[in-house]
Every structure is written in structure tokens, then in C-alpha cells.
């Protein structure tokens, strides 16, 4: 059986599943017609599946080029799990010889591949050796110069393929704006209309952006909440140890550190705990992330700003992939806007423009009183509704207040007092201060001092952080703040500033999503068989069953090997491995 229906058989007896999800079919369709193709789909949307489900049905190997080793294990190890034929070409694989005799006697579906190697000709030349069915080039927005991640050896992966005219191009990303998808494309030698684009929507993941005041305690709250794994983005190496420490003392919790500056071994132990635990929280710098493929992680938090829309979506991304709820919350600062509009001088000034133009970007989302869902689709050219009802704007929906005459008020005392003052000694010119820093500057005796009444007071810091955010106000090395962008259009009355004024937090509200059971026995026993079986296959748990298989199993309590293989996500290969011990384990409940 062939084609389109072949597909669906194949899909049932590899990987379980009765049917496509989203966009699957349409690419998988494109691929056994031998169509290249550019799939930008959400992460988590099975991207994986559109290249597996041609390579174990088309006669030939399918070459994935891949970002990192440890994603291309991950994979390699769900793969394989569902009985698909695949290796690793990586130099930290050992048997690479063993490899290289499988794929030339075509007992491989899958190679896996880094970029760094595909570009090399001894590659090109190995590959001739065997037939090929596809090239899938995984983190495709990497090929262009344009995505937030540029790698160049992406960009070198066009002549390898066009060696080998007759095998059809795969690219996938779930992060690629319009200018980034046109790069990609023209780069890898896929036609205009080889665009599959499913959206960007994570309908399950909860979006929050809070200004950071107390981020241990902030952190802890969420934690406390969030009882699942989760990965904490932090700025800088001091800053991901500490909080790790702070945390794990804090909740009581195993909670890990990860960025490039830990000892390679340390780093990889951490890494490997992470994927493996049903718990653990990661306390990281953006280094962690891409090479993780693991399902379950229920929150991603960002204590400071990304780099941009697309960082942050694709950092996000890495929340509930199995379609779980999950939330994403960023806490900010106005000084981590700051230090990035500082950080734009250092950047190539071909770049600059896109660059300011990405960070204004990000200010807008942090600062909406819109659906916070809405602004990031918008940003990738959707038109979503106008509220999504699961974000913070959307359930608890701030207030908008027009200061633009108290931002008049600040920013004349910003040029007053000379451009190199912080907050602080601001707040206490304007509110009239009897401040002994204050008097020696002579500051009481400007027009500006004491001009702000206390009702107006309280909205000095956040109107502060708005301003940063936007680029109106901007800070020196040493914190001071001096005037940009917008502000002189303000001064003059020509432009206006309103700003968000978040609700009062209400305290109670768990965060704690998940659609798994409480108080089960039987739900529980399962996860547990879970967890010994992949202690015995040394692989993480998910890589044998989802969550949601297991819930499957303990709401329908199947009693034979036919019935268990009827539920979603048990393949062939997985029901004979696994259908007797769970049958069993079902049976004593």
C-alpha cells in the first residue's frame, strides 16, 4: 500500500496514531510525491513525524541535519523506541563504523547529521554510496541570516543536496517570519509554492508577563503551582548558579543548573537529569534549549527579557509540546531593556535597523494591555482574534491610563537635572524631597521639584519602566537616565503615553493545569511501571509512553493486547515491548 493511504497505516502501525494532526498530512503528502518543501509548523505540532513517517515507508535513507547532538540523540531515541531504524553520525558516537557499514548495506531510515559535517565533501561523497529518500533539515529559520539563530554552516548545506537533484528538501522550524521563510526557501532551492505553514498558535500554552520585584519569591510561587518539570531562562552564568541555589533551598525541589561556562561533564549530567525527571527545574542561559526535545516541561519562565519576538517563541515553545497545559511567564525590568538598547551598538550596522526594530517589537508585547497571544501572532503575520482567554491580559484584564502629562513632568526632570540621574533621585526632586543629595545639587531649585502630588506618585516607576521599555528614556553605564526616542515629541505635546497598569495579583490561583488525574491509584501505578521501565531502558520516560497514553489506558482499562493497541500513541513495536506489563498492572487495579 502507497501513498496517501499507505501513510495512514503506517502511521497507525508505527506510531499509534488513528490520524494527522494540523498540517502533518499535507507535508507528508508533499514528501512521498517527491515535492520539497518549507513546513513551518508549532513546536510540538509533530514536525518530527512529517520526515519519520516517509523514511520507514520510502526505500532509501532519509539524512535529518540537525542543530545539536544531544536533540539528534533525543530523537534518535524516540525513533528507535517506535521501532524506526536510525543512527547518529556525531563525534561523540563511538560507533560510528557500525553506522557507516548500515546505512551502506541500506539498513538505515534514518541518518542524523550536524550541520558541520553535512557541509563537508567526504560527506557528500559517503552518502553516494547509498540510496537516499529525503533530506530533512531540522531548525531551518538557522540557513538564514535573517532568523534569530544564524548558523552558517546551514548556509552551506545547498550544494550536498544539489548533488543529489532527484532526493526532495524538507525543511522545518516552527520560528521563521515572512522575510526569514523567503531566505530560507531561496537558500535550500525550494519552490514559492513549497510553503506549508500551519500556524503559530499554542493554544495550550498560558501566556504571563509580570515586572520582576522579588524573582525568588516570584519563582517559588510558580514552582509551587507548577508541580511538573520546568525551565528557568536567566541572563548570565552568576545569575543562573544563584538562582538555582535559591530555588532548590527555597521549594525543597531538584533544581539544576545549565550554561557553557559548567564543566562539560556537569553540564551534560544536568541536562540528562532534566530530560529524564518527572520534577526537575533547569535554571539556565538561552545555551540550553534547542538540543531538548523532551514533551513535558509545564512552564518555561524568563527572569529578564529575550532577544527578541522569535527568541522568545521558540524559547516558550519548549512548554507542554504534548499538547498539555502549560504556562510561559516572563519577569522584567526596565534595565534589562537598557543594557539591550546598549548592547545595539555593538551590533554589525547592517544589522542595527532590524535589530531596534526587533526589540521595539518585544517592548510592545511586554507593554500591551492587548491579548498577549494576539500580539505574537500578529508579529508572525496571523490575524487571530481579539482575545484568546488564556493569557493574563485576557483573564484579568489590566487598566490603560493616559500619563502623558506626568511622563512631561519626568522627562523634564530628566533634562533638568542634567541626564545622569537614576529613578530614585528623580522620584525625589519631583515629589519635593527633603533629601540632603538633593539640595546640594541645587535641585530643589528647579522648576521641576515638587511638581508631582503623591496620588500621582505611585505611577512614577511604572511609567518609568514603559518609557525604558520603548526606548524614550535610556540609561547610561552608570544608571542615569537621559532622553531618546520619543521623548522630545513628548516634551513638546506632540506625541501621547499611555501606560498598562497591571491588576492586583490575587493570591490562590494555582497554576497547576494539567489534565492528568488526582488520586488515581490507577493513573499512579502506570506512571510508576513507566518510570521503572525507562530506568531499565535508561531512556526518559515520555520515550515510553505520554501522559496522555497513560491517562488513555486508565480511563479505558483495556484487558487484552487488542484493545490496549487501540489506544492513541501505542504502535506496534511499543505494544509487543510494553502491552503485557501494563496489561498486568491495569488487571491489579
Not at 56 to 61: E, N, Q, R, W, Y
Not at 66 to 93: C, E
Not at 207 to 213: E, K, P, S
Not at 563 to 585: N, S, T, V, W
Amino acid at each position: 500500500m502507497s501513498g496517501i493511504a499507505g501513510a495512514y497505516q503506517s502511521l497507525k502501525d508505527v506510531f499509534g496514531f488513528d490520524g494527522f494532526r494540523g498540517r502533518q498530512e499535507d507535508v507528508v503528502t508533499r514528501i512521498l510525491a517527491g515535492a520539497s518543501t518549507l513546513a513551518v509548523m508549532p513546536t510540538g505540532a509533530g514536525k518530527s513525524l512529517t520526515y519519520q513517517l516517509p523514511a520507514v515507508m520510502l526505500p532509501g535513507t532519509c539524512v535529518v541535519i540537525s542543530p545539536l547532538i544531544a536533540l539528534m540523540h533525543d530523537q534518535l531515541r524516540s525513533a528507535r523506541a517506535n521501532g524506526i531504524r536510525a543512527a547518529t553520525l556525531t563525534s561523540a558516537d563511538a560507533d560510528w563504523r557500525e553506522t557507516q557499514d548500515a546505512f551502506r548495506a541500506g539498513e538505515l531510515d534514518l541518518l542524523y547529521v550536524a550541520p558541520e559535517r553535512a557541509s563537508q565533501p567526504a560527506f557528500r561523497e559517503f552518502l553516494s554510496s547509498a540510496p537516499l529518500c529525503l533530506f530533512a533539515i531540522d531548525e531551518a529559520h538557522c540557513v538564514s541570516e535573517w532568523g534569530h539563530d544564524f548558523r552558517p554552516d546551514y548556509r552551506m548545506l545547498r550544494g550536498l543536496m544539489d548533488a543529489f537533484p532527484q532526493v526532495p528538501r524538507l525543511a522545518l522550524t516552527a520560528t521563521a517570519d515572512r522575510q526569514t521563510r523567503a531566505d530560507v526557501m531561496a537558500q535550500l532551492g525550494i519552490a514559492e509554492d513549497g510553503l506549508v505553514l500551519a500556524g503559530f498558535d499554542r493554544p495550550n500554552i498560558r501566556y504571563a508577563i509580570r515586572h520582576r520585584d522579588n524573582p525568588v519569591r516570584q519563582l517559588t510561587n510558580l514552582m509551587e503551582s507548577e508541580p511538573g518539570p520546568g525551565i528557568v531562562y536567566a541572563q548570565t552564568r552568576r545569575k543562573v548558579e544563584d538562582l538555582a541555589d535559591k530555588l532548590a533551598a527555597a521549594t525543597g525541589r531538584a533544581v539544576r543548573p545549565y550554561h557553557a561556562g559548567l564543566d562539560a561533564e556537569v553540564r551534560a549530567a544536568n541536562q540528562s537529569a532534566f530530560v529524564a525527571s518527572e520534577d526537575m527545574v533547569i535554571v539556565a542561559t538561552v545555551a540550553f534549549g534547542m538540543g531538548i526535545d523532551k514533551p513535558d516541561v509545564r512552564f518555561v519562565a524568563h527572569v529578564g527579557v529575550p532577544k527578541s519576538i522569535e527568541g522568545y517563541y521558540q524559547e516558550t515553545g519548549r512548554a507542554g509540546r504534548d499538547g498539555d497545559p502549560s504556562q510561559a511567564v516572563m519577569f522584567w525590568g526596565a534595565g534589562d531593556f537598557a543594557t539591550a538598547r546598549q548592547r545595539l551598538a555593538e551590533v554589525d550596522e547592517t544589522r542595527r535597523a532590524a535589530e531596534r526594530t526587533r526589540l521595539d517589537a518585544l517592548a510592545g508585547l511586554v507593554e500591551t494591555a492587548e491579548c498577549r497571544r494576539a500580539v505574537l501572532l500578529r508579529h508572525f503575520g496571523e490575524h487571530p482574534p481579539a482575545s484568546c482567554g488564556n493569557c493574563d491580559n485576557c483573564l484579568e484584564q489590566p487598566d490603560v491610563t493616559d500619563a502623558t502629562e506626568l511622563a512631561r513632568k519626568l522627562l523634564s526632570a530628566v533634562y533638568r537635572t542634567g541626564q545622569s540621574f537614576g529613578m530614585g533621585h528623580l522620584q525625589k526632586v519631583l515629589t519635593g524631597s527633603e533629601d540632603e543629595r538633593v539640595r546640594q545639587r541645587g535641585h530643589d531649585r528647579l522648576s521641576v521639584f515638587g511638581i508631582v502630588e503623591p496620588a500621582e506618585a505611585v505611577m512614577l516607576q511604572p511609567l518609568s519602566r514603559a518609557l525604558q521599555a520603548r526606548g524614550d528614556l535610556v540609561a547610561n553605564e552608570h544608571g542615569g537616565l537621559a532622553l531618546g526616542g520619543s521623548a522630545r515629541a513628548i516634551l513638546k505635546g506632540e506625541s501621547a503615553v499611555q501606560i498598562v497598569v497591571p491588576p492586583k495579583r490575587r493570591r490562590g490561583r494555582r497554576g497547576d493545569m494539567t489534565p492528568n488525574p488526582v488520586g488515581d491509584p490507577l493513573f499512579e501505578a502506570l506512571r510508576a511501571l513507566r518510570k521503572e521501565l525507562a530506568e531499565d531502558a535508561q531512556v526518559p520516560p515520555y520515550v515510553i509512553f505520554h501522559d496522555s497514553t497513560l491517562r488513555e489506558m486508565a480511563a479505558a482499562r483495556p484487558a487484552t493486547l487488542d484493545q490496549l493497541g487501540r489506544l492513541p500513541g501505542i504502535g506496534a513495536k511499543k505494544l509487543e515491548a510494553y502491552g503485557d506489563r501494563f496489561l498486568r498492572a491495569i488487571e491489579r487495579h
